[in-house]
């Protein structure tokens, strides 16, 4: 697959969606699926995973499912649907409730608890398993739908929302998320949405994470990408040394979502 690298300087976000949308088709194509399918969850990375597929593949080649918990997380992935006019029968709503309760019942991971990460944790798991299955079925590629600040500071489900065939948005910090989200013509009411896995009540990504994403994401290009100058939406954001310690501690010790499981080396 021959791949065409963007330099880090002033983003083209029209280059962007070209070379990710031919990344998406060179993809299915080298996998022969019949197209691929993308959890949409109504937040605003699946929505613009979403767009980029809907762009990159004939219109029946995208399927989408929407997998809540309850009905409460469900209505900004229903806008999306009818925002984007995906194909009906492309369409599958599972709720996946019952699945997540009869695994954590047992367990006594149930919301309330002290920590809630082990039942929430169990819900892109299931989620995972329902889109591979339909997957499988079907003959597509499982879309990702990890940003790069997620995925330095390892913010994802092993084996969960991390288990993909494919990430198309993974090399773009949040903040850049948003700004090729309005590039693609992402509805407002989803680009100012409070950023949320929606794992338990009240959850927001920031929250969890500690930090605000302006910040975080100055923290990252300042580690990982020290070449960037004057196009990050995160510039302006004022950081503390104990949050860049904490920051590249957080990207040290989640090394290992990012790897394939380490082996001892016998031979």
Not at 71 to 77: E, G, K, L, P, R
Not at 78 to 97: E, T
Not at 134 to 148: F, M
Not at 198 to 221: H, M, N, P, S, V
Request: aromatic share 8%; net charge neutral; charged share 25%.
């Amino acid at each position: 697959m021959n791949m065409i690298k963007i330099p880090r300087g002033k983003i083209d976000w029209a280059v962007v969606e070209g070379v990710i949308t031919k990344f998406i088709r060179d993809c299915v194509k080298e996998a022969q699926a019949n197209g691929v399918v993308v959890g949409l969850s109504g937040g605003i990375d699946s929505a613009v995973v979403a767009e980029l597929c809907r762009r990159a593949l004939p219109v029946n080649d995208l399927h989408v499912m929407l997998l809540p918990y309850d009905a409460q997380s469900i209505t900004d992935a229903l806008f999306m649907v009818d925002n984007m006019k995906l194909c009906p029968d492309r369409v599958r709503m599972c709720n996946i409730s019952e699945a997540v309760d009869a695994i954590a019942r047992p367990l006594f991971l149930f919301e309330g608890q002290k920590n809630p990460l082990p039942f929430a944790n169990i819900m892109p798991r299931v989620r995972m398993t329902y889109l591979y299955a339909y997957a499988n079925a079907k003959k597509l590629l499982v879309v990702g739908t990890s940003n790069r600040s997620e995925f330095l500071t390892g913010y994802f489900t092993k084996y969960g929302d991390g288990g993909v065939d494919i990430e198309p948005i993974e090399e773009l910090y949040k903040t850049e998320v948003f700004a090729f989200a309005r590039h693609l013509g992402i509805p407002e009411r989803i680009i100012k949405k409070k950023p949320s896995a929606e794992l338990y009540d009240g959850q927001t990504d920031e929250g969890e994470l500690g930090i605000k994403y302006k910040t975080l994401d100055r923290i990252l290009q300042a580690s990982m990408d020290p070449c960037i100058s004057g196009t990050s939406a995160a510039e302006d954001a004022v950081v503390s040394l104990g949050e860049v310690l904490e920051v590249r501690a957080r990207v040290g010790r989640n090394r290992h979502k990012r790897e394939m499981p380490p082996v001892p080396g016998v031979f």
